[in-house]
């Protein structure tokens, strides 16, 4: 649920993928669980990007790369989301999805992600976390 929960939370999210011919230590061409990605939703100049590393204990350390003029804030809003999917949703209920007819105002929408389709408005909430997600709120992706 890390994945979903990123993809829900965290503005300017999105897959990284890398050509085979250009992998680096950093960027593994061939890991497509870890591709989770966000480009700074302020200024679009800075991206960041999900790692992990196994640890001593036998489990895995999540973390985050950055690049870009804002990279350091990039880092730490990927890394916050890290944490408060941690702290408030790991193991818990997972997200709710409601459907709502096209016209219905923000103000009457669950809080969370707000999709707006063709026909209708979908929203995605995290009901456990959702008072605790960084820069959650009512959030717009416009119909595709």
């Not at 709710?96 to 007819?101: C, Q, S």
Request: charged content about 20%; hydrophobic content about 45%; aromatic content about 10%.
């Amino acid at each position: 649920m890390l994945q979903f929960w990123l993809a829900t939370s965290l503005p300017g999210f999105c897959l990284l993928a890398v050509a085979a011919a250009q992998g680096s230590d950093l960027v593994d061409p061939g890991n497509r669980w870890f591709n989770l990605a966000a480009v700074d939703a302020v200024d679009g100049d800075s991206f960041a990007y999900l790692v992990s590393r196994p640890t001593a204990k036998g489990t895995v350390e999540f973390g985050a790369h950055a690049f870009g003029p804002h990279a350091p804030a990039a880092a730490e809003a990927m890394a916050e989301q890290v944490r408060v999917w941690d702290r408030e949703q790991r193991g818990g209920p997972g997200p709710k999805f409601a459907v709502w007819p096209k016209n219905t105002p923000d103000d009457s929408l669950t809080e969370g992600l707000v999709i707006d389709k063709r026909h209708s408005r979908v929203t995605i909430s995290w009901p456990a976390a959702a008072s605790a997600a960084t820069g959650q709120g009512v959030q717009h992706r416009p119909a595709e």
